[in-house]
């Protein structure tokens, strides 16, 4: 496949999460590390092409990804590939990579961060063995983005050991990045990192989520040397759509059907039960539905399987163009009535949904919108 503009976002998001992770962005001195020089040198030669003023080094093109839209117009990026739901790949406020950014630097073949997690998850699953502890291992992970040393002593007993023992390596000291001021702030409604955003009008933090209130008190972890955090790829790809993923898991046990997580990467569950028409299921939780899509496609490849269900949170469902934009990215892709789109409620109607030669028809309805 030709290197396309989609391809130059994708590299330059995963060169900013590279450097977020890292220092603090903006800050960039040279020599640049050679992904970031490749990509600025491509930027300014695209820039060159097209008579747009290139940028003066790494800081500058940084401050671009302040901005939703300048990177993406200096490449032509076309609408189909998220456009409606422009957020830029840093956050302006946190000068942090956001979701979107995360998402984009997992696209394609040469993605990085949600492939970590799936290799993780994947060799979590190999080494609890059971489904059972497999399952313990995930729910464990999917809670607690951070664990404080203080926790561990006031649970005693009910510290579970087995499971800590599974999972202990997937946690590490708290990044620099996220320490400020000798503390760590964890949101106060998810768990996640957070920043403070004094600039913001609204004062307060930012968590990784992104989208919690600001005015839940956050907590404030004034030793984060007692602090051990899980690593990115898990929080952006097991602890965000955790809330989606236990509301998914009450509406199956309600109707009786049995969900086993499979060890093909975080979200993705096998479904037995009466009267199903689809057997597997991804719950995710992102920002950008087109690169969702083309996730979503690329498991149904790799597990063979007839249909795949796409669960996410009531409220992307109800983001207007949400659901639009995913379904036109997935006509592009494959046949209809393949790949479902659904939310938690309308799950269990549409894993005993027919397949029809336009789309899905769930069980006693009219056909269906998703
Ligand atoms: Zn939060």
Not at 28 to 51: E, F, K, M, N, V
Not at 210 to 235: F, G, H, K, N
Request: charged letters at 25%.
């Amino acid at each position: 496949m030709a290197y396309d503009a989609a391809d130059m976002y994708a590299e330059l998001a995963r060169v900013v999460c590279e450097l977020g992770f890292h220092k603090k962005l903006g800050s960039l001195a040279l020599p640049y590390p050679h992904d970031a020089q490749l990509i600025l040198d491509r930027l300014t030669l695209r820039c060159l092409r097209s008579g747009h003023e290139p940028p003066k080094g790494l800081p500058d093109l940084m401050a671009w990804c302040t901005d939703p839209d300048a990177v993406p117009s200096v490449l032509g990026l076309p609408s189909g590939h998220g456009n409606g739901f422009a957020q830029p790949l840093i956050d302006p406020q946190r000068w942090m990579p956001t979701r979107t950014c995360l998402e984009w630097a997992s696209r394609g073949p040469q993605g990085t961060v949600e492939q970590e997690a799936d290799d993780l998850v994947a060799q979590l699953a190999a080494r609890a063995g059971t489904p059972g502890l497999r399952r313990r291992c995930l729910t464990f992970v999917g809670d607690h983005p951070s664990v404080v040393q203080r926790d561990r002593m006031t649970r005693g007993a009910r510290w579970d050991t087995t499971v800590w023992h599974q999972v202990r390596h997937l946690y590490r000291p708290a990044p620099d990045h996220l320490v400020v001021d000798r503390t760590l702030l964890l949101c106060g409604t998810c768990g996640l990192p957070a920043l403070t955003t004094p600039t913001s009008p609204s004062g307060g933090y930012r968590c990784e989520r992104e989208i919690c209130p600001t005015d839940v008190e956050p907590r404030v972890v004034t030793d984060p040397a007692q602090a051990l955090v899980l690593a990115q790829s898990l929080r952006a790809f097991v602890v965000i759509p955790r809330p989606t993923e236990k509301a998914v898991l009450e509406q199956l046990e309600q109707a009786g059907i049995r969900a086993v997580p499979l060890s093909r990467g975080p979200g993705v569950h096998r479904l037995t039960g009466e009267r199903l028409t689809a057997r597997t299921m991804l719950v995710a939780d992102r920002r950008q539905p087109v690169l969702l899509a083309y996730k979503a496609e690329a498991l149904l490849g790799h597990l063979a399987e007839e249909r795949l269900l796409v669960v996410v949170p009531g409220r992307a469902w109800d983001t207007p163009g949400y659901r639009a934009e995913f379904e036109a990215a997935v006509s592009r892709i494959t046949a209809p009535g393949r790949i479902v789109l659904t939310k938690p409620e309308e799950l269990v109607r549409q894993a005993r949904a027919e397949r029809t030669r336009t789309g899905t028809r769930a069980e006693g309805s009219t056909l269906t919108d998703a």
